[in-house]
């Protein structure tokens, strides 16, 4: 799958999330999430579904984040390199993972150490992208 295909199918899941909102009041609960600085970040909004196509509308350039690699092919690629936890999250529930491996997920990350990369990997770990993809393509 490439980035462009990935953000066709992000374009078309529900926003709904509830253990992605949940997951982001534990992480502001701990100091690790500001609502308004992140809000500046991803968007127009702490929607995630608007974060990820963000994210992917700019991949082939700089973007927000002045990427230096532009020539990403793969999406497994893409969700590697993310490093905002509620994003990972967020796909995984929008993508029709079971709330028993998300709440998984979530638990790995919060017992991570307090950086977001460290989070991302333990979400990663717990939800590698090979799951996602197999459920976005049902």
């Known amino acids: 799958m490439?980035?462009?295909?990935?953000?066709?199918?992000?374009?078309?899941?529900?926003?709904?999330?509830?253990?992605?909102?949940?997951?982001?009041?534990e992480l502001a609960s701990i100091g690790m999430w500001n609502y308004e600085k992140e809000a500046k970040k991803t968007y127009g909004g702490t929607d995630q579904k608007k974060h990820w196509v963000g994210w992917l509308?700019?991949?082939?350039?700089?973007?927000?984040?002045?990427?230096?690699?532009?020539?990403?092919?793969?999406?497994?690629?893409?969700?590697?390199?993310?490093?905002?936890?509620p994003m990972l999250i967020w796909l995984a529930e929008a993508s029709g993972i079971q709330s028993k491996q998300i709440k998984q997920a979530t638990l790995a990350a919060l017992d991570a150490k307090k950086s977001f990369p460290s989070q991302?990997?333990?979400?990663?770990?717990?939800?590698?992208?090979?799951?996602?993809?197999?459920?976005?393509?049902?």
């Open 57 to 85: 509308s700019e991949y082939s350039g700089p973007g927000y984040y002045n990427r230096k690699d532009t020539g990403v092919s793969m999406a497994k690629r893409v969700y590697n390199r993310i490093n905002c936890p």
């Open 2 to 25: 490439s980035p462009k295909q990935l953000l066709k199918k992000i374009k078309n899941l529900d926003t709904k999330s509830s253990i992605t909102n949940k997951f982001v009041s």
């Open 120 to 138: 991302c990997s333990a979400i990663r770990q717990t939800i590698p992208w090979e799951v996602i993809e197999a459920k976005l393509q049902e």
